[in-house]
């Protein structure tokens, strides 16, 4: 049986990703340090260690478990706190991905697939939708760390063989993801307007993202750890929508009554994303199954009973 790790295994996507392998059969462990992530997302069949990836510690957990594969999602992915906070967003998912890729080299890992960002990585867009060759000018420290992480990947593959694959997801949304931060408009506007509190659009709603069903994330999870080449994949569903248009359609399904309210535009980020996926249809046979309707009232699902708990 082979054996994985999943960093962030107790957040949003990484926990379904970790479910996901325990139902394919492998033997799952999670590291977390639950700065986001929440316990009882983990698996109760999962090996869980919370545990900063920043921390030397990691080592004695990789030396006991010898993983074949590690999936990294353990983050600082708030775009806005990057901007705030460069710094802290650097430590996290640069210094600590580092020290992660040295406890792969160092304890026989075959293969890392990394959590990506197709919405930040290319920056203010020049052709829409985005493919990997795509000019990469990030907008933010996050895109910024994002972009750095995917280098030291083809580092560690060209100086010591690691395999790996970057999966550069679009706007995920979903069962499990957090509406009380700043990341997450999905999310946020399902928590406010189920609650009744007043969901903030920041700018016109003019902007556009690629909404994509965090169930279809995992599928191309699975796909790219049996996918035998190393490389960038574009992780989207090809289609923008505003956040206006995103705003009505959260407001229709939870059936509130709330009018739109802006404010001001926040700095660092993006007018248009949407990221093209012919490429892991290529090589994977990856496309999305789950269109933004049909997603968002699994995700209505989830955060209804969330609310009556
Ligand atoms: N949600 C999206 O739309 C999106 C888009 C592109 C990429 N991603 C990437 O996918 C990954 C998962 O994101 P998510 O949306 O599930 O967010 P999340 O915040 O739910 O997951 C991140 C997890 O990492 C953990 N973590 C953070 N810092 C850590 C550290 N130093 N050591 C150990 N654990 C740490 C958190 O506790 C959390 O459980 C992230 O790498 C993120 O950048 C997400």
Redesign the pocket.
């Known amino acids: 049986m082979r054996k994985v790790l999943v ?9 379904q990703i970790a479910d996901a392998l325990i139902e394919e059969g492998l033997s799952v462990e999670v ?8 316990r009882e ?1 983990v698996h109760p069949e999962a090996v869980f260690y919370e ?4 921390s030397k510690e990691i080592n004695g957990v990789f030396k006991k478990a010898r993983y074949d594969v590690v999936f ?6 708030d775009v806005r706190k990057s901007v705030a906070d460069p710094a802290f967003d650097a430590d ?2 640069i210094l ?1 991905g580092i020290n992660l890729l040295q406890a792969c080299k160092n304890h026989g890992v075959k293969k890392v697939i990394f ?6 990585i290319y920056g203010e867009q020049v052709s829409f939708p985005a493919s990997e060759d795509h000019p990469q000018n990030p907008a933010s420290p ?1 895109g910024i760390s ?1 972009l750095a992480f995917e280098k030291y990947l083809q580092f560690y593959k060209s100086e010591y063989g690691l395999d790996y694959i970057s999966l ?6 979903g069962p ?3 509406g009380d931060g700043e ?2 408009v999905v999310a946020i506007f399902f928590e406010k307007l189920i609650s009744g509190e007043k969901a903030i659009i920041f700018g016109d709603g003019g902007q556009t993202r690629d909404f ?1 069903y965090v169930g279809d994330v995992v599928h191309a999870n699975i796909l790219a750890m049996n996918y035998d080449k190393c490389g960038a994949f574009n992780v989207g569903t090809g289609i923008e929508t505003d956040i206006n248009t995103l705003f009505d359609a959260i407001k229709a399904v939870v059936g509130s009554h709330q009018e739109r309210i802006y404010e001001p535009a926040k700095p660092g980020e993006q007018r248009r994303s949407v990221i093209d996926y012919s490429a892991i249809k290529m090589a994977m046979g990856w496309q999305p199954k789950v269109n933004l309707t049909h997603g968002l009232k699994k995700t209505a699902e989830f955060f209804k009973t969330r609310s009556t708990v």
């Open positions: 960093t962030g295994g107790a957040g949003f996507i990484g926990s590291i977390d340090n639950l700065f986001t992530g929440r997302n545990m900063d990836i920043r990294h999602l353990a983050a600082q992915m996290a998912n600590g959590a990506s960002t197709g919405g930040a996050y994002k550069r997801y679009a706007n995920v949304y499990r993801q957090r990341a997450g994509t």
